[in-house]
């Protein structure tokens, strides 16, 4: 079973899914989603459009230049069927594959651990920006104090007004 990449966003097409175009000059290009075959015939370009593996090869979002590849290039010399080397083969595409995944783990790690670093920066960062926006709690305990006896003073005048105009409408 050979698994085949998408002309288009370069993912794997499985055998009986996506759908196969022959071009009039006999080029076929697989898809392997509806999604996939719409862009190419409104002539997107995968290398513009942000989904695309080829886009995220080349922006460094994922690996691109590595030995493991190899083995996935097509080859157009015919080789004579022999059953140790498909014995040999197949014992080392799950080597391969394995060492593949690793790899592409360690890649990931290294690119989020600058993106990790940025966040911290960035949130130490707002914290230096507004740290006046902060009172801590013992400040805002000796505020409350000096600030309600003048609030007192400033309701006991309301009331001792509100007293006197009463007074004053009654003696009337
Ligand atoms: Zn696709």
């Not at 499985?14 to 075959?37: A, I, T």
């Amino acid at each position: 079973m050979r698994l085949l990449q998408c002309a288009f966003c370069g993912a794997t097409c499985y055998p009986g899914r996506g759908s196969l175009y022959v071009r009039n000059d006999s080029k076929m290009f697989r898809f392997c989603k509806k999604k996939c075959k719409k862009h190419f015939f409104m002539k997107h370009n995968p290398q513009r459009t942000k989904w695309t593996k080829t886009f995220r090869q080349q922006s460094g979002k994922e690996l691109a230049m590595d030995t493991t590849f190899e083995f996935e290039k097509r080859r157009n010399q015919p080789i004579r069927y022999n059953r140790e080397q498909v014995k040999k083969t197949i014992k080392a595409m799950k080597i391969v594959s394995e060492i593949k995944s690793k790899r592409q783990d360690r890649f990931y790690d290294q690119r989020m651990k600058s993106k990790k670093k940025l966040q911290v920066n960035n949130k130490l960062r707002e914290i230096q920006q507004g740290i006046n926006l902060v009172i801590p709690p013992i400040l805002r305990k000796e505020d409350q104090q000096i600030i309600l006896p003048e609030k007192e003073k400033e309701i006991q005048d309301n009331i001792e007004s509100v007293f006197e105009k009463k007074q004053k409408k009654e003696k009337n």
